[in-house]
């Protein structure tokens, strides 16, 4: 059923033909066209019997724009290979000077660093120098963008009430104010109530 084109008496053919295949009309690409060796290959379409070369692994063209960069690589532009913006090779290969924001003493960003900033992905240098980090860690106030730790409580002790416990008379301090319309219990008081 797939006669090729030279028992026709037919020249093989260097241009796309739409073949129909699968009730959808794809655009195959004469291999002829691209590769010399391939000029033998050709079929003829099961249903309306037109010729056409095989594609090289059978690969069917959907696009124009693929077609034209089959049959013209002449006319392809170079490609162009995608280059991520970072800080740069330049600026990341010696250790930088960098200001810190807080206290404004001079600290060095080094290489080792650098790249451990470049692989999380962050882009931009630190603006404190690691001591007021380190403070700023403590005190609970950096993490991320996130606010910054936990709770909506402001660094400092927590201010405690004494009152009397309503289980044993003694002495209880809790961290809130009582209202004194409900009873308030000891820690030890609160434990054996809880049961």
Same mark, same amino acid.
């Given at each position: 059923?797939?006669?090729?084109? +030279?028992?026709?008496?037919?020249?093989?053919?260097? +241009? $796309?033909?739409?073949?129909?295949?699968?009730?959808?009309?794809?655009?195959?690409? %004469?291999?002829?066209?691209?590769?010399?060796?391939?000029?033998? %290959?050709?079929? %003829?379409?099961?249903?309306?019997?037109?010729?056409?070369?095989?594609?090289?692994?059978?690969?069917?063209? #959907?696009?124009?724009?693929?077609?034209?960069?089959?049959?013209? $690589?002449?006319?392809?532009?170079? +490609?162009?290979? /995608?280059?991520?913006?970072?800080?740069?090779?330049?600026?990341?290969?010696?250790?930088? #000077?960098?200001?810190?924001?807080?206290?404004?003493?001079?600290?060095?960003? #080094?290489?080792?660093?650098?790249? /451990? /900033? !470049? !692989?999380?992905?962050? #882009?931009?240098?630190? !603006?404190?120098?690691?001591?007021?980090?380190?403070?700023?860690?403590?005190?609970?106030?950096?993490?991320?963008?996130?606010?910054?730790?936990?709770?909506?409580? %402001?660094?400092?002790?927590?201010?405690?009430?004494?009152?009397?416990?309503?289980?044993?008379?003694?002495?209880?301090?809790?961290?809130?104010? $009582?209202?004194?319309?409900?009873?308030?219990?000891?820690?030890?008081?609160?434990?054996?109530?809880? +049961?």
């Amino acid at each position: 059923m797939a006669v090729g084109h +030279r028992l026709r008496g037919e020249e093989a053919l260097l +241009r $796309p033909v739409g073949v129909v295949r699968g009730h959808r009309r794809l655009l195959l690409v %004469s291999p002829a066209a691209t590769d010399p060796a391939c000029r033998g %290959s050709a079929h %003829s379409c099961p249903r309306c019997g037109r010729s056409y070369q095989a594609p090289r692994r059978n690969r069917a063209i #959907t696009s124009r724009k693929l077609a034209q960069r089959v049959l013209y $690589p002449a006319r392809r532009p170079p +490609r162009r290979r /995608f280059q991520r913006r970072t800080l740069g090779a330049q600026a990341l290969a010696v250790d930088q #000077t960098l200001r810190c924001r807080e206290c404004g003493v001079d600290f060095i960003w #080094t290489e080792g660093e650098q790249q /451990f /900033f !470049s !692989s999380k992905g962050l #882009t931009n240098p630190p !603006s404190r120098c690691p001591s007021c980090r380190a403070a700023r860690k403590a005190a609970g106030m950096g993490g991320g963008g996130y606010g910054g730790g936990g709770g909506g409580r %402001s660094g400092g002790p927590r201010q405690m009430y004494e009152v009397t416990c309503a289980g044993c008379g003694g002495i209880a301090r809790v961290p809130f104010q $009582p209202r004194g319309d409900k009873p308030v219990y000891c820690s030890d008081c609160f434990r054996t109530s809880a +049961r």
